[in-house]
């Protein structure tokens, strides 16, 4: 039997991505219905969607709520839900919830969500296809369970949430500070516990001079799998990106084939269908890399992947959902030129990046060859505190990663806003560090923001 085609798509989701969905949509003739809150209801995405449907309170939790968000859908004769990225994209339970219903859910299977969601299963899945994975533990215990298996390992080491990431319930232990690795793995399994409901916890061996790069990945209901290149997403602050690339500067073509068929290999080990994003922690020195986690859902830096390859993802995804396979095979996609992300967040930098809701009072936008901004906000626009900052994400594309960083560099130049503080100041000095500029990036490369400031 033929699957009915989407028509209706209720967005479960709020800023920059649900307005980012709410285009793709419009583009390919299917309309759109957006949950809001109470604070989002006059929001620039309830204002571009069809229809808006309050959902909740101002708070996250509404964005949250499982049989809210259903209900909406179903009242508002949606036949699709779109999760987009965060609250309940990578919530197996949801997913589950939307197919009961009826409802097409625009993603991986709940069983997917909840394999690659594990860490410890999705480390053992990626192991089992040959995919190669860093020194570490399995499911540890408090106690002398943990000192036993660090020192099996070796020191440094990095606790690490089962459930969950973002970088809470994450934990750096050195050799000097073997006494102390019962009391850090306590504050760890609380703060796994508090963020994720599930306190469980594993060991990897800690790599100081590390690159994150990830891989984009589609696949199809058919058994078709492709990837579209990859990122680096290395400048991280708090174990968080912030600035993201495609794609990755001054990596041998060996080491990237490698990842590519690596992350296709995992992701057809499990039939993996819609979009997902492989990552990888790279060894510099010793030039290896090894399988960090696979993410079941669009992901925040997905716009430079659009930009060297010309892939609309969001509309894959719902070509996908609909049943039809793929638009291109592998050999089709070419990766051309250069692109970068800078997440900009009403945050002050000099703050230890304290979140700062308030007015916007004024918002002049950057525009010129290769810009692209994604964004919600506006002039009068009141960034509010229950969700989190970012209030837009700025990509330059140029023929090679010099022009990407000259057109970002004069793009951030521009980008004038007035009521909040932003982060662009500190994107600034990021991107005009020596490091930075000429590739020598890594996961540490912010950890001494004092050099930034």
């Known amino acids: 039997m033929t699957q009915m085609k989407i028509s209706r798509v209720l967005i479960a989701n709020r800023g920059e991505i649900a307005v980012r969905i709410i285009r793709t949509c419009r583009t390919m003739g299917i309309e759109t219905v957006l949950a809001v809150s109470e604070e989002d209801k006059d929001s620039l995405g309830a204002r571009l969607a069809d229809a808006a449907v309050v959902i909740g309170p101002p708070f996250a939790s509404t964005y949250l709520n499982i049989q809210n968000v259903v209900g909406a859908a ?153 990837h579209l290149g990859e990122r680096d997403c290395s400048t991280q602050r708090r174990h968080q990106k912030l600035i993201e690339e495609a794609g990755a500067p001054g990596i041998t073509d060996e080491l990237r084939e490698g990842l590519y068929a690596s992350a296709v290999k995992l992701a057809k080990s499990i039939s993996y269908e819609n979009a997902g994003t492989v990552e990888f922690i790279v060894d510099i020195d010793e030039g290896k890399f090894y399988f960090l986690e696979m993410n079941t859902r669009i992901q925040v830096e997905h716009p430079v992947t659009e930009m060297v390859t010309g892939v609309d993802l969001v509309q894959e995804q719902i070509n996908v959902a609909n049943g039809e396979s793929l638009s291109f095979k592998q050999d089709d996609i070419r990766v051309r030129g250069h692109a970068i992300e800078c997440r900009i967040n009403a945050e002050q930098a000099e703050a230890g990046f304290l979140p700062s809701p308030g007015l916007i009072s004024k918002w002049e936008m950057p525009q010129g060859p290769g810009i692209r901004v994604d964004t919600h906000c506006c002039h009068g626009y009141h960034v509010p505190i229950f969700y989190d900052s970012l209030i837009a994400k700025l990509i330059a594309y140029g023929r090679d990663r010099d022009q990407a960083l000259g057109r970002m560099l004069t793009a951030l130049a521009e980008f004038s806003v007035e009521g909040v503080p932003t982060t662009i100041p500190f994107l600034k000095k990021v991107l005009l560090s020596p490091d930075f500029r000429e590739g020598r990036v890594n996961t540490r490369l912010l950890d001494s923001i004092r050099n930034f400031l």
């Open 74 to 226: 179903l009242s508002s004769g949606a036949d699709a839900v779109h999760p987009g990225y965060g609250f309940m994209a990578e919530n197996p339970e949801f997913a589950k919830a939307c197919l009961d219903s009826g409802l097409v859910f625009i993603g991986p299977k709940p069983e997917h969500i909840h394999s690659m969601g594990n860490k410890l299963v999705a480390r053992a899945q990626a192991k089992g296809c040959g995919v190669p994975i860093s020194e570490g533990s399995e499911k540890i215990g408090a106690g002398e369970e943990v000192l036993a298996a660090a020192e099996r390992i070796g020191f440094p080491i990095m606790l690490k949430a089962a459930s969950g990431g973002g970088g809470r319930g994450m934990k750096i232990v050195t050799e000097n500070e073997k006494d102390r690795l019962k009391n850090i793995f306590e504050e760890a399994a609380a703060e796994s516990a508090a963020a994720f409901g599930d306190g469980s916890l594993y060991i990897e061996k800690y790599i100081a001079n590390a690159r994150h790069i990830e891989v984009q990945v589609l696949g199809d209901k058919h058994g078709n799998v492709v």
